[in-house]
């Protein structure tokens, strides 16, 4: 039982490159969350999920698009990367509204 | 809105002193309640929650945490503190809908 993991786990893009972050989950939950953190600022969630098939803008979800093809996977997309991008990028996954479990985190710099 | 406070950016206690990391929150409705742990490089760890019920909620690793209604706080607390619980201690609040706020997190150093 793997839990949450994220793919990569580090990156380094280029402004204007585009890239994805894979998150998977073996716990059969419903709920998946994209965050990202920041010095200072704690978690800020970026979009989630409800079940397969569903998506929902957080609090920063500018810049972000994301897919749910399937119930295990999550997807976080990157269209056109700018350094305000640069962040640790943390997926969360949740059986119910309550406890989330967290991946190992994959951080991203956009130079 | 919903809001959560840690005020404090660093606790520093020594080994087997108490520990107490602050938290307080703001919201309509009623609260459901959550702190985490975040050791170096990794993803954040579940400690405890509070739901409903009783106000004081134990949780993993020795730790517990009091939710108190008046004050709208939620503190942890740990009687004897470890070395290995020198880490960065999160609050986080969720109401009404799936959005959980994070509080900007305090760093715990536990001396020897």
């Known amino acids: 039982n793997a839990g949450v993991t994220q793919t990569p786990k580090f990156r380094v893009l280029k402004t204007g490159q585009s890239m994805t972050l894979l998150c998977a989950q073996d716990?059969?939950?419903?709920?998946m969350y994209w965050y990202r953190q920041d010095p200072g600022m704690g978690l800020r969630l970026i979009h989630y999920s409800v079940g397969e098939g569903t998506t929902a803008k957080g609090e920063v979800p500018d810049g972000y698009n994301v897919s749910r093809l399937k119930k295990q996977n999550f997807l976080l997309g990157l269209e056109s990367a700018a350094p305000s991008q640069t962040s640790v990028y943390f997926c969360a996954s949740s059986l119910d509204r309550y406890e989330q479990y967290f991946g190992p985190g994959t951080r991203l710099t956009v130079t | 809105a919903q809001s959560v406070a840690q005020p404090e950016d660093q606790v520093n206690v020594a080994e087997g002193n108490p520990l107490t990391v602050k938290c307080t929150y703001s919201v309509s409705g009623n609260p459901y309640l959550f702190w985490y742990v975040q050791y170096p490089n990794r993803g954040l760890q579940f400690l405890l929650k509070y739901i409903t019920g009783d106000n004081l909620v134990k949780g993993s690793y020795g730790f517990e945490a009091e939710f108190n209604k008046s004050q709208t706080s939620f503190h942890l607390k740990k009687p004897s503190a470890l070395v290995s619980d020198s880490a960065l201690y999160f609050c986080a609040l969720r109401a009404a809908g799936n959005k959980l706020t994070f509080g900007g997190g305090t760093r715990v150093l536990v001396k020897p």
């Open positions: 716990m059969n939950h419903e709920y």
